[in-house]
Every structure is written in structure tokens, then in C-alpha cells.
């Protein structure tokens, strides 16, 4: 990776379904070029300033509209923003000027120590704003608009007193930011947290959604019964495709986004899934024209 | 009810010690109790530390067994949290946590086996460099020969051992099907870990006076002191063959006459 700027044609994300890229399947990749409709990357697997990493996804980027998604910002936490991450991210932005940037809320470290994962905030109006000042910094500072992604929990504390999808809403409300709506997530919390997924859909205003993610997940038994885990690990599940059906419904066609992270199958796996969320999209397209 | 600060400190309290559970008293316990919860989070995020480490330091999993290498992932994981929120920055002190590891005393070696796989993980995302330029090299006035300095690709690492971990490291690839058994009294290794232009890595094993020659133009010292360093472990090391051979492969990408 080059310093500074490149001059890379825009690669517009349309709303049409995608595939994460995890890098045992960077050669598949660029040799089979699969028509999906744009390739997400983990931004943080791009802070190394150069090897083979940058070489391919240079290649992807000439091929394939770019979405940047971090997993480590710890947007929610109440350390102050880690100015070393930003910078890197924004040299990143500023080299391969991706369509789509998108981080969670979450928090993930706190009086210094990183827990590297995206744990639970209280839905609260501290918690809303201290989101939104933070999304706006990085806004301001990579001078572009963001996304930001509801995140799978597994407790809620007693003082939240919004419910999630107002939450969420109100983030993107006060720090006028995008929202890449994770379905897969919205069915987790619902089952664990015990609402309906539909409320959730119909709490979101749809003009705020830019993408959605869809990925599989794993349900843990216990005595008292099922916490469902968000481990991207499998196929999407059957009921989550359903809540995917209403969400398209609802919102229209939108940049649809398979995720897979352990236990990674062949990249024709992702395709086959990416071209099941295009073929419900379509569908729901000429149904609604005819 | 606790602030976001109290809330995020208590929390991060409660995920690395189970007997400092005040978070709990915030959490809505449902069907569940609280600490199950906990457990979730607990688990997940020993996991992808751990998972971390093991795609650093696949040979060490393998010297030390799977099991193992979960307990002293485990002990280093609590004991040297991560600073930043990029994940592939984990892990450096991993070398220096097994040479004080009681239960790993007795694999000598493995430290510098560990350090070597470090090596391998930083010079793989390391910045990319383009060649030295032989011919502004070549422009220099002989005169100012002594005040010549040369600089390492960012791409490489150097190392030396008292253990034969070149082998070792050589011996415990998926690739690898030969004879496991590495003799450890075998002798000690200089190694030059390098990324290529093609963007491969490869472990060099280094003659000793070139191993000194690259330390002092690590330590950014001029030519002439490098080669009397050089020429004072090896008296028949030819400058013009290293040349040649260190800025071939890309290990001396620039130069100046500061």
C-alpha cells in the first residue's frame, strides 16, 4: 500500500447481496471473479501498512465495489477515542476510497484494556449521546458518513429504559449517520431478549438503512433453555431469512451483506447464500411491480 | 443506577476476575442468572484472543499440544491485555511470557521459537518497499564511501538463537512429512526473516559475518565501521558479494550519506 491518495474510478454499492472477505479466500476470489454485488472487508485485517493483504484487495478493489467494516473502535466506550486507530482508519478511507464505512454500537475497552469484542451498552440517553458525539467525530474527521450496526447481546441491564430500535434510532438521529441493519442480530436479541423482530424492523426508519448484514448463528442449551449466539459460523438461519423477507418488504431492495467468520467453507458457499438473499430481493422487486 | 463509565470499569472487572461480580447487580437476569451471562461474553472473548494467538504461533501450538497451549493462552491472556482495538497487534509479549512460563521451563527453546514466529506475523504486514536504486548507488564519489549508510527493508527482521528453531520451525509445517526429531544440541542459528517482492516470506539462515554486517546496518551505523565489525568475525568477508547478494533480494532498499 502506497501513501496518500489513489485515483480509483467510484465503485458505487448497489442494492444487491455481497460476501464478507476473509483472506483464505482472496485467490478463489480473484481468479473465479463470482458476480456478487460488492465485497466487505474487516478494516482492522488492512492497519498492517503493506504485503500480500493490500496487493489483493487492491485487486478487489478494481473489480468489486468496497465496504470497510471495523470491528475495534470501541465506539461506545468512555476511554477517549483511540486517535492511532482513527488515523490508520482514515489513511485506509483515503487510500481506497471504499463506497461504505460502517462501525457497531458497542463498546469494547475501557481505562486502557481492550477486550476486542462488541459488548452490550445500557439503552439510555447518556448512552445515546455519548454514540452520537463519538460517530460525529469520526464523521468530521473522515469527512464522510458512516454506518453504524445494532450488535447481537446476550444480557440487558435493568436501566436501560429505551427499547433497542429506539436506540438505535436515536443514534442515528442525533449524529445524522447511516444505520447497516444486522437481521441475523435483530433475531438473536429478540429470541434472547423476548420481543418480536418485526418491531424492531417497523422502529427503523428505512431511509436511514444502507446495508444489511446476514450471517449464522448457534444456539447454546442450557436447563433453563436456548441463549442464542451470534458465532457466523453456518448458513443463515431459516427464521432469519423470514425476518429478512419482512425487512425487504418493508424497506425496499438494500445492499445485502453475508457474513461468515470461523469454520470458513468454500467462497462457493457464501455465493450460493448472497444469491438466495438477490433471488428473495427480486422477488419481492417483481411483486411489487406486477 | 451506575454510569457508563462505572458500568464499562465493572463490567471489564467481573469479565477477567468471577468474584468481582458488582456488574451483576446491573443485569437483568431473565431466565437466566447473571453470572451464565457473563459467562457468554467471558467465553467469547477468551476465544478470539486465543484464536489470535494460535494463527500467530501455530508451530508453539504444535511443540506444546493444543491443550497446553490453551492454559498458557489463558494465564497470558489475563495477565497482558491488549491495548488497541486491532487484533493482529495481540500477542508480542507471548515470546518473553513463555521464557517466565513455570509449567514451559523445560522447553528451553521455545521462547525463540515463538519470537521467530512474531518475526514472521510483523514482517508479513510490514510496508512495502521498492528496490535500491544500484545506479544512484553506483553515482557516488568513492570519497564519501565512508559516510555511506544503508537501511533495511521494513520487511525483515534478524534474530539468533542457541537453538536450531530454523529446523524446528521447518520440521512443524502442515507442509512438512519428513523425520519430526530435531537434534537440539545441534547448535545455534542466525536467521534473517525476509519478505520477498513477491510479497513471500522466507527464513534465511546467516552466515555470522553477515549477521553482523545487517545488525550494524540495523543499528544504522556507516559502511566503514559495519565492515570492520564484519571483517572482525569473518577476515575473508567480501563487502562487494553482500552487496550484491542484500540488495538482490531486497534487504537493503535505500541508502544515504548522512
Excluded at chain 1, 465495489?65 to 477515542?81: E, Q, R, W
Excluded at chain 1, 438505535?168 to 435483530?186: E, F, G, M, P, R
Aim: charged content about 20%; some cysteine.
Amino acid at each position: 500500500m502506497r501513501n496518500g491518495e489513489n485515483n480509483l474510478p467510484a465503485q458505487p454499492v448497489s442494492a444487491r447481496a455481497g460476501i464478507g472477505l476473509r483472506s483464505p479466500h482472496y485467490q478463489d476470489l480473484l481468479q473465479c471473479k463470482p458476480d456478487v454485488g460488492f465485497i466487505e472487508v474487516h478494516s482492522e485485517n488492512y492497519f498492517g501498512r503493506g504485503g500480500l493483504q493490500h496487493t489483493y484487495l487492491e485487486q478487489v478493489r478494481c473489480d468489486y465495489p468496497l465496504s470497510f467494516h471495523g470491528v475495534g473502535l470501541s465506539l461506545g466506550s468512555t476511554d477517549p477515542l483511540n486517535v492511532k486507530h482513527v488515523e490508520r482508519l482514515g489513511r485506509l478511507v483515503e487510500f481506497y476510497q471504499p463506497d461504505f464505512v460502517s462501525e457497531h454500537l458497542s463498546w469494547g475497552s475501557v481505562k486502557g484494556r481492550f477486550l476486542n469484542d462488541l459488548l452490550p451498552l445500557p439503552y439510555t440517553e447518556e448512552a445515546v449521546q455519548h454514540l452520537a458525539e463519538r460517530i460525529s467525530m469520526l464523521q468530521d474527521y473522515l469527512q464522510r458518513p458512516i454506518m453504524v450496526e445494532n450488535v447481537s447481546c446476550y444480557l440487558e441491564f435493568k436501566h436501560s429504559y429505551l427499547k433497542e430500535w429506539e436506540f438505535v434510532s436515536a443514534v442515528a438521529d442525533q449524529a445524522n449517520c447511516d444505520i447497516l441493519l444486522d437481521v441475523n442480530n435483530i433475531y438473536v436479541n429478540a429470541h434472547n431478549h423476548d420481543f418480536n423482530g418485526e418491531d424492531f424492523l417497523r422502529g427503523i426508519s428505512g431511509n436511514r438503512v444502507k446495508e444489511i448484514h446476514l450471517a449464522g448463528h448457534t444456539a447454546k442449551e442450557y436447563q433453563q433453555g436456548a441463549i442464542i449466539i451470534d458465532t457466523h459460523d453456518n448458513r443463515v438461519d431459516k427464521s432469519v431469512w423470514a425476518l429478512y423477507q419482512q425487512a425487504i418488504q418493508m424497506y425496499g431492495p438494500k445492499p445485502t451483506l453475508i457474513e461468515w467468520d470461523t469454520n470458513l467453507p468454500e467462497l462457493q458457499v457464501l455465493i450460493e447464500e448472497a444469491d438466495i438473499a438477490q433471488n428473495i430481493m427480486l422477488e419481492i422487486e417483481s411483486a411489487r411491480v406486477a | 443506577m451506575p454510569g457508563l463509565r462505572e458500568l464499562q470499569t465493572t463490567f471489564s472487572e467481573n469479565l477477567f476476575d468471577e468474584n468481582a461480580s458488582s456488574v451483576q447487580t446491573s443485569i437483568y437476569a431473565g431466565d437466566f442468572n447473571t453470572g451464565q451471562r457473563m459467562q457468554i461474553y467471558r467465553n467469547n472473548i477468551i476465544t478470539s484472543f486465543t484464536d489470535a494467538l494460535r494463527a500467530v504461533y501455530p508451530v508453539v501450538e504444535r511443540l506444546v499440544g493444543h491443550g497446553f497451549f490453551l492454559y498458557a493462552a489463558n494465564d497470558y491472556i489475563i495477565n497482558f491485555p491488549s491495548t488497541e482495538g486491532n487484533l493482529h497487534n495481540y500477542g508480542h509479549r507471548f515470546p518473553s511470557f513463555l521464557k517466565s512460563f513455570e509449567a514451559a521451563q523445560e522447553l528451553e527453546y521455545l521462547p525463540d521459537v515463538a519470537l521467530l514466529e512474531w518475526h514472521y506475523h510483523e514482517v508479513y504486514h510490514e510496508q512495502d518497499s521498492a528496490p535500491l536504486n544500484f545506479h544512484a548507488l553506483s553515482m557516488v564519489d568513492p570519497e564519501q564511501y565512508d559516510s555511506l549508510r544503508f537501511e533495511l527493508s521494513p520487511s525483515c527482521r534478524l534474530m539468533q538463537s542457541a537453538y536450531p528453531i530454523l529446523e524446528i520451525w521447518r520440521v512443524n509445517q502442515d507442509t512438512y512429512a519428513g523425520e519430526q526429531n530435531v537434534d537440539l544440541r545441534s547448535g545455534g542459528i542466525k536467521v534473517l526473516i525476509l519478505r520477498d517482492s513477491r510479497k513471500e516470506i522466507a527464513l534465511h539462515p546467516l552466515g555470522a559475518a553477515d549477521y553482523q554486517m545487517l545488525s550494524e546496518i540495523s543499528q544504522r551505523r556507516r559502511l566503514n565501521d559495519c565492515l570492520n565489525a564484519a571483517l572482525a568475525v569473518d577476515g575473508k568477508f567480501e563487502l562487494n558479494e553482500f552487496l550484491q547478494q542484500y540488495v538482490t533480494n531486497m534487504t537493503l532498499v535505500d541508502f544515504d550519506l548522512g
